[in-house]
């Protein structure tokens, strides 16, 4: 079973950054990835990013790439979201999910317990 928690949410100005920090902790046989998820004010829950651990690969959704990236420390078992260049669209709850991979919510047995990021002057 994997146990994931997330940290680094706060508020931030248009246009400034964040790193968001998800720790997975446990096993699992279909721990093949590690991807995140936002909702949103009155939205349903989107996908963000994805990190395939097998070979590093990285896909981001549109509206995020160029300004978020995800990368992961291995030895801290820690995936991380840079955030750059931050819109206030980009307010939501952001949530960290592990499991198969692809944006496809039930393909994530762990998720953690959501951050919130709120962009605002």
């Known amino acids: 079973q994997l146990h994931v928690v997330e940290s680094g949410g706060g508020v931030v100005q248009p246009g400034g950054s964040l790193r968001l920090s998800c720790a997975v902790s446990g096993s699992a046989a279909d721990y093949w990835a590690t991807a995140w998820f936002r909702q949103g004010p009155g939205q349903a829950r989107e996908g963000v990013a994805i990190?395939?651990?097998?070979?590093?690969?990285?896909i981001y959704t549109d509206s995020v790439k160029g300004r978020f990236t995800v990368s992961r420390d291995n030895a801290k078992n820690t995936v991380y979201l840079q955030m750059n260049s931050l819109k206030p669209e980009d307010t939501a709850v952001y949530y960290c999910?592990?499991?198969?991979?692809?944006?496809?919510?039930?393909?994530?047995?762990?998720w953690g317990q959501g951050t919130q990021v709120t962009v605002a002057s």
């Open positions: 990190l395939n651990h097998e070979h590093g690969d990285t």
């Open positions: 999910a592990a499991g198969l991979g692809g944006w496809i919510e039930s393909y994530y047995s762990g």
